[in-house]
Each structure stands twice: as C-alpha cells, then as structure tokens.
C-alpha cells in the first residue's frame, strides 16, 4: 500500500483552475501472481507432514529396538539361568565319577570325560552371562542410560 499527496499553483491567470491539488492512494493485491503463495504455503505444509511422518516413524523405530532388546535379555536371561543349572549338574557328575574312581568303581577316562563335559558346561554358562550383559548394555543404551549407569547397575 502507498499514499502520496501533492499540491501545484500555476500563475497563469488564464488557466481555469489555477490551484491543482491531487490525492493518490496505491493498493497493490498480487491477484495474478501465479499461484506462487499458495505453492509455496503447500510447500510447507507439505514439509512439516513429511517431519512429522519422520518423527513418528523414528519414535516407532525405537519401540521396536528397545522392545527386541527386551526380548534379547529375557532370552538371555533365562539362557544363563539353564546353563547355571547344566554347569552345577556337571560339577555334580564330576563328583560322583571322582568317588566312584576313588571306589573302584570308575575307570580314569569316564573321570576325564565327566571333567571335560563340566569344562565345556562352565564355558556355555560364562558365554551366556556375557550374551546376557551384552544384551543388558544395550538396551540401556537404547533407552538413553548410557554406559555409566549400566557400569554403576554392574557394580552392585
């Protein structure tokens, strides 16, 4: 919008109209401007939905991290928990085959092999409560507590 005004004197006494005074008020409406504004208003409506779309699907995306995670320390969990129960049966069996050698009743190779499958038992169970603190730092870590507070849940 633009206003101007303005004022003439002429001295010319054979003019008619010898004070001319002349008002002018501008509008300018940009009727036929394309569709330019509309486009562009679009445009940005069209940007925030595709920002919003991303956002819900990351926010999705992480639900269904931190729930897999879950799971993976469930499974884990309950993985060192069988493999606690296999390692002290085998423990067991070595003591009872030990006894029986010391009785008569064992050769040395049935204490050997009862000693071997404790050893391999005893590894499964170390290998499953690595999976399990494996599977614990990273959900902590999918759900933003970070290392320190997974260190400082370790310690106690």
Do not use: I, M
């Not at 050893?119 to 999976?131: D, G, K, P, Q, W």
Request: hydrophobic share 40%; with cysteine.
């Amino acid at each position: 919008v633009t206003a101007s005004a303005g004022y003439a004197f002429t001295d010319d006494s054979y003019q008619l109209h010898q004070n001319n005074t002349a008002l002018r008020l501008s509008l300018t409406v940009p009727l036929f401007d394309g569709g330019r504004s509309g486009l562009a208003a679009r445009a940005k409506a069209a940007e925030a939905e595709g920002v919003a779309a991303r956002e819900e699907q990351a926010r999705r995306g992480v639900a269904l991290e931190v729930t897999a995670l879950l799971e993976t320390a469930k499974e884990a969990r309950a993985t060192v928990a069988w493999a606690g129960r296999s390692a002290d049966h085998a423990r067991e069996v070595v003591n009872l085959t030990r006894y029986r050698y010391e009785q008569g009743l064992a050769a040395q190779r049935e204490v050997l092999d009862a000693v071997a499958d404790r050893e391999a038992a005893e590894t499964l169970l170390e290998r499953a409560r690595v999976t399990l603190l494996t599977a614990r730092s990273d959900l902590y870590r999918a759900c933003g507590l970070g290392q320190e507070k997974f260190l400082e849940e370790l310690g106690q």
